[in-house]
T-cell receptor, first 112, second 113 residues
Framework: QKEVEQDPGPLSVPEGAIVSLNCTYS??????FMWYRQYSRKGPELLMY??SSGNKEDGRFTAQVDKSSKYISLFIRDSQPSDSATYLC????????????WGAGTKLIIKP | ETGVTQSPTHLIKTRGQQVTLRCSSQ?????VSWYQQALGQGPQFIFQ???????GRGNFPPRFSGLQFPNYSSELNVNALELDDSALYLC????????????FGPGTRLTVT
């Protein structure tokens, strides 16, 4: 079993829809949780990071962490075609020098 | 402020050869991490450098080695290239005091034939 599980998709939704992307994990030591967006053949771009449990909002993006369930989510409101990309979750722990452990990424397609 | 840059963009090598990839970290960042990303997969951690010292290593053989220089730029060296080394190699830098927040370069796409 992988430490971080993420549905590879693709997930296809119409423009303007609310998108929900999720990851589950097995290591309870993870403290920092990140979401990256990666366009084809480009490096990942940091969207948001959160520490421990709770919610964090930034514009159209909301990140949620539920440590009791070992489950994190990224919500995108008013989705746009330019949001079409692969979304990767990553997480880290202090006792492993903050080495990032990644999900495989979910490919998201926003249809105009 | 200049972001993370990597060179070259693309590279084609033959099995058994050696390759050096380069990375310039973002201004103010003293930690550099290298990742290998195969097609359709998440990045895999190779190693991290903090103030010119290796500060953690993933499950990669010793033929993957690195350096960090006083200006915090970095190199990834791979010896005895194998076909499975074909991938996108990503460099990420982190600000001082915050290695959990990593900023990535565009990557170097290595093809081994």
């Amino acid at each position: 079993q992988k430490e971080v599980e993420q549905d590879p998709g693709p997930l296809s939704v119409p423009e303007g829809a609310i998108v929900s992307l999720n990851c589950t994990y097995s290591n309870s030591a993870f403290q920092y949780f990140m979401w990256y967006r990666q366009y084809s053949r480009k490096g990942p771009e940091l969207l948001m990071y959160t520490y421990s449990s709770g919610n964090k909002e930034d514009g159209r993006f909301t990140a949620q962490v539920d440590k009791s369930s070992k489950y994190i989510s990224l919500f995108i409101r008013d989705s746009q075609p330019s949001d079409s990309a692969t979304y990767l979750c990553a997480m880290s722990a202090r006792d492993s020098n903050y080495q990032l452990i990644w999900g495989a990424g979910t490919k998201l397609i926003i249809k105009p | 402020e200049t972001g993370v840059t990597q060179s070259p963009t693309h590279l084609i090598k033959t099995r058994g050869q050696q390759v050096t990839l380069r990375c310039s970290s973002q201004s103010g960042h003293n930690t550099v991490s290298w990742y290998q990303q195969a097609l359709g997969q998440g990045p895999q951690f190779i190693f991290q450098y903090y103030r010119e010292e290796e500060n953690g290593r993933g499950n990669f053989p010793p033929r993957f080695s690195g350096l960090q220089f006083p200006n915090y730029s970095s190199e990834l060296n791979v010896n005895a290239l194998e076909l499975d080394d074909s991938a996108l190699y990503l460099c990420a830098s982190s600000p001082a005091g915050g290695p959990f927040e990593q900023y990535f370069g565009p990557g170097t796409r290595l093809t081994v034939t």
